[in-house]
Every structure is written in C-alpha cells, then in structure tokens.
C-alpha cells in the first residue's frame, strides 16, 4: 500500500474537533462544487462526539443543511429506535437537532426482513438521490466516514465474509457469522469511489489491529480496512495518541500534501 495520511491527535476530544472543522470545510466544497453534500456517515463512541459538536455552534451555523444528503456505510440488523442502531445515534447526537430535510436523510432498513431485497432497495435510493442509474459504476460521494474494529473490519465488511468479493453490486446484505446476524453493508465498489474517506480511530484497544492494517503485509480478506483505497480520492486516517502509541507512522515525519 501507499504510505497513509495519518493524522495523530493528543486524545480524542481534539480528534473530534478537528474532524468536525473538516466536515464543514468538505460540506462547503461540496456544496460550492455541485449545490449538494453528500456523506455517508458511520456508527461508534467516536464519531458520535463529532455528530454531537455539528450540532453545536459554531459548526452548525457554517453549514447549509438542507444541500446534504445522508446516507449510512453499514446497519445492524435492527429496528430504527434500537439502541444498537447506527440511524438512532446519528439522528438522536446530530439529525434531529439541525434543520435537514428528513426526505434527504436515507437509512438503511435493517429491520427488514429480506436483507438482500433491503440492500436492493438501498442502491436504488442511491442511485435516485445522486441522480445516476442503478446499474453500472457507483456514484461518486463526497465523504465517506469510517472506523475500525478490534478485527480489522470497517462499515460491516468482516473478515473473510462474502460482501468482500462483491464487485458490482454498492449495498449488500452480509451474513457474519462472529457476529450470528446480517446485516446491510456498502462495498468496496462504492467506498472507493470517494471524493474523500476519513477513518476515525480513538482509543488503546485499537492500536494493536490499526497497526497491522497501516504497516502489516497486505491480507485485505483478513483485515478489510486494508481493501479501503479510494481510486481517484483522498484517504485520511484520524488517529488519537492512544492508539497510535507503538506505532512506526506516530514517530515518522508526517505525509507532504
């Protein structure tokens, strides 16, 4: 792999202020550049806080609400009031509190119960909302938000699960058996078709599998963070000390550009 942009952080409340300055600067590029925003946003303690300060002067203010589009990299198999849903914690730290179009707010169904038929269903809401076919190459997002678990998975592309080997389709439903659920997942064709995605990373538990993905041989099957790499985009890594600590890149001269 290239060598990442990695952007360390002394804890994770500057993480998130930082992150939450660049997502009004991407919304304003954006917005400049087409007339709209649209992000895909993810689940986790760590993006939460940044949906939390959007919805917070002075962020709030520097943001033309209803040009966004919202969409979702992965769901968990849930209803959308669920405490386990990615959809209930952005809307409740964030959606709920700014003034956006709920019409342009696009969630993914989790609580169906045909997965695939939902996962269908939200390729075509896609395609709808960023005016492209249904079929063919995915549309290109401006943001794509995403982070990590202890096993090297990133939206809900486990390790060694089917929607890895998905080329075509943008949405899948994905059996994880670690897990013992489906649940509805972007893809690789989409995730790196990205104008920019960010992963955000924040805490000692994640310093062990951040440092197999950014400096370990390649082994995408087993650590799908790795088959993150936006074609014709920006690939940036947000990483606080904690995780970082042990690191070659915490200690190398920072990325030029």
Not at 108 to 117: I, P
């Amino acid at each position: 792999m290239p060598r990442p942009d990695v952007r360390i952080f002394d804890h994770a409340e500057e993480l998130a202020q930082v992150a939450a300055e660049a997502f009004v600067e991407n919304a304003q590029e954006a917005i400049a550049r087409s007339g709209r925003f649209a992000v895909a946003l993810v689940g986790g303690s760590t993006p939460k806080r940044l949906y939390q300060l959007l919805a917070d002067a002075p962020y709030c203010r520097q943001i033309d609400w209803g040009r966004l589009l919202i969409f979702w990299n992965d769901e968990r198999g849930v209803p959308p009031d669920h405490p386990e849903s990615n959809y209930k914690m952005a809307w409740d730290a964030l959606l709920c509190r700014v003034p956006i179009d709920p019409t342009r707010v696009l969630r993914m169904r989790g609580e169906a119960e045909d997965a695939d038929q939902a996962a269908a269903d939200y390729q075509q809401q896609i395609a709808s909302a960023m005016g492209v076919p249904d079929e063919g190459p995915a549309p290109r997002l401006d943001l794509i938000l995403l982070g990590i678990g202890d096993d090297g998975h990133t939206a809900s592309l486990f390790p060694f699960t089917k929607a890895l080997e998905e080329r075509h389709r943008w949405v899948a439903a994905n059996h994880v058996p670690q897990k013992q659920m489906n649940r509805l997942t972007m893809t690789l064709p989409i995730l790196n078709r990205a104008r920019r995605v960010v992963f955000l990373v924040t805490g000692a538990n994640k310093g062990s599998v951040l440092r197999e993905i950014l400096e370990g041989p390649s082994e995408a099957g087993r650590l799908p963070a790795q088959a993150v790499q936006p074609i014709d985009g920006q690939l940036i890594w947000m990483v606080d000390r904690d995780a970082a600590r042990g690191a070659r890149f915490a200690t190398e001269p920072p990325a030029v550009g």
